[in-house]
């Protein structure tokens, strides 16, 4: 179905090969001719992200020094929305990658993501106001929080729900005393959106998380993946502003949060080894709260 939403669309893409690659949460993907990458939502959410990406990635190419997804196939037919764009050339740089290469090349790496987020982060403020309205750090992780208990309550005791209450209450409270600069984030940033090829990075990918919201967010998976020694280079080359709760939000919500993400799209695809893993990721967490 989706290679012939491409071709009719597309003619010229008749006689291609297409190779359907199964990675990634929300998104089906065909490889055409092993260079165009074609992407189709799997949901109506995930619509709304593509379309939120040929909103930005236009206008972000010119401002970014690294490559990012160029679209120069896309479709925004009610019901048939997909885009292409040629593959960017690298490898993921997972943790185990980083971990091999010389303390130099550590460095140079973090220095271009540093000056990635940089620039990211200086997008300008009016069209992101214009586009997202108010910053809704807050409002998402509320939201998070009533799904976790709408959907996932029955996997959690009644005062392990308690806690889920406290340890969302008090991220509402940290942010309450924060002084952050609200920034467009790529929202998803870890080592399997980044690409790496002959010692520097080739490019950023999966944009569809953005939205104007706190810049630490964009430091979590970097945190994760690359440790916090390699996270304080990273910092020592951000331009953007810190506030004194920078590092704070990262390490006490938004590293302990990811686990409640797995625990949802789990039980959206029927995984229970990926659910009750998560669950005891984050009852790490909860074990914590008083």
Known sequence: MNKELIISKYPEFSESIFVVNNYGWTNDVLIADEHIIFRFPKNSESAENLKKEMFFLPKLKNLLSINIPDFKYFSEDSGSIFCGYEMIKGIFLEKDIFESLPHDEKISLCNEIGIFLSELHSFPENILKNYFGEDSSELQFLKLKNELIKKAGFLFSEKEIKKIHIFFDSFINL??????????????LS???????N?????????????????????TGLFLCFGEKYFKYILNFYSGITDDNFNERIKKFYIPKIPIHSILYGLEINDTDLVKNSCKNFRITLENII
């Open 199 to 219: 010692k520097r990075l080739s490019g950023v990918i999966d944009f569809g998380d953005m939205n104007y919201s706190d810049p630490a967010y964009d430091f």
């Open 191 to 197: 080592s399997d959106h980044i690409l790496y090829k």
């Open 175 to 188: 942010m309450k005393k924060s002084n952050y600069k609200s920034s467009l984030i790529h929202g998803d």
